[in-house]
């Protein structure tokens, strides 16, 4: 009965012990979490928007340049003769790109004339790669008729056997350029293309004379250069109306050149009439828009 009794005795295992409350760790982890989230998310937020950022760099390079490149892709075709873009008023197509020559058929749908040279409108071309390569100037004065353009571009050499493609674009800004400028404030710029020499002199920065040198050695077309002299010739007395003495008009013994030195204070070269020059540009102009303009234009300038 004894030995029954003793073998239902309570035995102790272990001693059981009130387990503490995590809750105020979690809460204070919770409560770290939302501080350091709302520091820091703004603060990584403005990294990553900005380029020059090292975090924001590699994001720009990673996530935004496919974005940006397929928002720049929107509406570009191929460029060839069977191309048609329309921009605004503009219709340009049959365009053909082969060495340093692009050629192609603009449209202006209005009744009135559309000088192309007077506004900001480019064709913005790319390789099949996505390269740039380049940007031309639409120029020329254009009707509901059209116009065949042929324009040479010595510092592009197209492929004719690839693919390229570019859209018509807006340019109004224009990268910063390199002149010497002298104590005064005074630089300049020249472009040259074929029997053409332009001058162009700022003060600081903006456009104040313009200096045309053309030349004219083609006597084999006799009746065409004996027409050529005559134009310039009554283009010479119309600027010299003008602008006294700035404009004179030499035979040689190969042909003869025109040597047109504008003051543009005295010269408003967008009423010129019949003897309008394109590359004429107004008093006050930017040289970087005249530098730009006249690159894409075909011109080389430096």
Do not use: W
Request: hydrophobic share 35%.
């Amino acid at each position: 009965m004894n030995e029954n009794n003793n073998s239902l005795q309570p035995v102790v295992l272990g001693e059981l012990k009130k387990q503490k409350s995590s809750k105020p760790l979690l809460v204070f982890l919770i409560f770290f979490i939302i501080i350091t989230v709302t520091i820091l998310i703004p603060l990584i937020d403005d990294s990553l928007s900005d380029p020059d950022t090292p975090l924001g760099a590699l994001y720009q390079k990673i996530f935004n340049k496919e974005d940006i490149d397929e928002e720049n892709n929107i509406n570009r075709v191929i460029l060839n003769e069977d191309t048609f873009i329309s921009f605004e008023d503009i219709t340009i197509s049959n365009i053909t790109l082969e060495g340093n020559f692009i050629r192609y058929f603009v449209k202006y749908d209005n009744e009135e004339n559309n000088i192309l040279d007077y506004t900001p409108y480019y064709i913005e071309v790319f390789d099949k790669e996505d390269n740039f390569v380049t940007n031309v100037k639409l120029i020329g004065i254009v009707t509901d008729d059209g116009l065949t353009m042929n324009i040479s571009l010595p510092e592009v050499e197209f492929n004719s056997n690839e693919d390229y493609y570019g859209k018509v674009i807006k340019l109004t800004e224009f990268e910063d350029i390199t002149m010497f400028v002298d104590n005064d404030g005074y630089s300049s710029i020249t472009c040259t293309k074929f029997q053409n020499t332009l001058k162009y002199q700022f003060k600081d920065g903006l456009l104040k004379r313009v200096e045309h040198k053309f030349v004219n050695n083609n006597i084999d077309n006799i009746d065409a250069y004996i027409l050529s002299l005559h134009f310039q010739k009554e283009k010479a007395d119309y600027l010299n109306s003008l602008d006294e003495g700035s404009t004179i008009v030499k035979e040689t013994d190969v042909g003869f050149e025109i040597i047109a030195n504008l003051d543009l204070t005295k010269v408003d070269t967008y009423t010129l009439g019949d003897y309008l020059v394109f590359t004429y540009y107004r008093l006050d102009e930017d040289a970087r828009k005249v530098h730009y303009e006249m690159k894409a234009k075909g011109y080389d300038c430096k």
